[in-house]
C-alpha cells in the first residue's frame, strides 16, 4: 500500500501544524525550502511535528560538493526526520557522501524535476534528450549504486522506473492531480490512483489538499483511493 504525504506548502510553521492538526490520522508531511526557511518553519517545526507521531519528508534537494552535502544529511538525521533528499546530478561522490551519513533516514535521489519537459532538460545538460524515462532511469540508478533508499520521479517515468529497479527502492511520485484538477507548475502529473497502479510508494501531494476548501475531505478520499 501506497503512504499519502502531505506537502505542507504554506506560509508559516503555524499554519503548517493549524493544517497537520486537521487531518485525520496524519502520517506524514513533506517539508519543502520555502516552508524550512521562513519563521517557525525550520528545525522546530520539524520537531514538533514529530513529537505529534506525523513523520517528515525533508525535500531540501542538497547539491553541493560531498562534506557539505553529508554534513547536512547529518543534520537531518539528528532532527528525526524519516526522508530526505539529494539531487542525483550532484554525482556520486556526493550521493556516497550523503549515504554515508544518512542512518536511519532514508535518503531519496531527485531525478526529473516534474516542472521539467524534454526541452528544459536538454538545456539543463547541455545536449538531446529524446526521452525523459531513460534519462530518469539513468539518474536513479547512481543514486542506487550508492546505497539510497530510493528516488523521486514523476509518474510519467514511474513505471519504467519500477520495472527496471525492481520492487524493492522506494519511488516517490510528485505531481499527484485529480483528473481535471490545474496542472500549474507541474509538466508531469499523475492520478493518485494510476501511482499506485505504477508501483510508487509514496505520493506527494500538495496545493490539491492545501487550497482545498475542505482539505480534511480531500486528504481523506485520496487515502482511501491509495
Do not use: C, N
Not at 554515508?100 to 538531446?128: K, M, N
Amino acid at each position: 500500500m501506497a503512504e499519502l504525504v502531505v506537502a505542507l506548502d504554506l506560509a508559516s510553521g503555524r499554519e503548517a501544524l493549524a493544517l497537520a492538526a486537521r487531518l485525520p490520522g496524519l502520517r506524514w508531511v513533506k517539508i519543502g525550502p520555502v516552508l524550512y526557511v521562513r519563521e517557525g518553519g525550520g528545525p522546530a517545526l520539524v520537531r514538533e511535528l514529530a513529537a505529534r507521531g506525523v513523520r517528515v519528508f525533508l525535500d531540501l534537494k542538497w547539491h553541493d560538493i560531498p562534506s557539505v552535502v553529508a554534513g547536512a544529511v547529518e543534520a537531518a538525521r539528528e532532527l528525526g526526520v524519516g526522508m530526505a533528499t539529494v539531487h542525483t546530478l550532484g554525482g556520486p561522490a556526493m550521493l556516497a557522501a550523503a549515504r554515508a551519513a544518512a542512518g536511519d533516514v532514508a535518503l531519496l535521489g531527485v531525478t526529473v524535476l516534474t516542472s521539467h519537459d524534454a526541452g528544459d532538460f536538454e538545456r539543463v545538460v547541455g545536449r538531446g534528450v529524446p526521452d525523459l524515462g531513460f534519462e530518469a532511469e539513468r539518474l536513479a540508478r547512481l543514486a542506487l549504486d550508492a546505497g539510497l533508499a530510493g528516488v523521486v520521479a514523476s509518474g510519467h517515468e514511474l513505471g519504467l522506473l519500477r520495472e527496471t529497479l525492481g520492487p524493492g527502492p522506494l519511488i516517490v511520485v510528485p505531481g499527484i492531480r485529480a483528473p481535471g484538477d490545474a496542472a500549474e507548475d507541474q509538466a508531469r502529473t499523475i492520478s493518485a490512483v494510476d501511482a499506485v497502479r505504477r508501483g510508487a510508494t509514496h505520493l506527494v501531494v500538495g496545493r490539491p489538499i492545501t487550497r482545498a476548501a475542505d482539505p480534511a475531505g480531500v486528504y481523506q478520499r485520496m487515502v482511501e483511493s491509495v
